[in-house]
């Protein structure tokens, strides 16, 4: 069935070092790829997203990659901050699909010591 | 302003009583979604809506059941609660620019 695998489960980085968390996805009909931030308490949030006709995109510290051929997606935060701190989590879904339902990664624990 | 709105935000109730989780989005979304997550765990998917009368059990096995009536609205009920059932549940909806999370209740059963 549809899976993604999201590594590692946590990761920890000196403040202004960069982190990059990956994942794979097993539905080849994926063609949309979010992020979601969780705050402790809070709700998950979507800070960036890419679609399956691109290959890149930023957002000014953050920057999504995806490799269809491979399967798999990254994202990549530079100059972290220790409120970057956070759970992060991947997903993928079809989005020609009629449920829309959103396949998530296990989710990564970041930690940006200051 | 548009959002998905969850109540209660905590809930702690006694084992073997009856319990609705309350949704509502304002966002004109037909897909919605539950979600049960123990704190900073994955997110476990347990039922899905993808418009009015339509509901589907997610990936996850629960002993809860959920309504869509109306659009706006999606409640999941417990007929009878039990400690294992205690948890985070986070209600969702989709569009074309992703999900919107509500602010989830956190149930604890006694």
Known sequence: GENVEQHPSTLSVQEGDSAVIKCTYSDSASNYFPWYKQELGKRPQLIIDIRSNVGEKKDQRIAVTLNKTAKHFSLHITETQPEDSAVYFCAASNKRSNTGKLIFGQGTTLQVKP | ?110
């Open chain 2, 1 to 110: 302003e548009a959002d998905i709105y969850q109540t209660p935000r905590y809930l702690v109730i006694g084992t073997g009583k009856k319990i609705t989780l309350e949704c509502s989005q304002t966002m004109g979304h037909d897909k919605m979604y539950w979600y049960q997550q123990d704190p900073g765990m994955e997110l476990h998917l347990i039922h899905y809506s993808y418009g009015v009368n339509s509901t589907e059990k997610g990936d996850l096995s629960s002993e809860s059941t959920v309504s869509r009536i109306r659009t706006e609205h999606f409640p999941l009920t417990l007929e009878s609660a039990r400690p294992s059932h205690t948890s985070q549940y986070l209600c969702a909806s989709g569009g074309i620019g992703g999900y919107t999370f509500g602010s989830g209740t956190r149930l604890t059963v006694v």
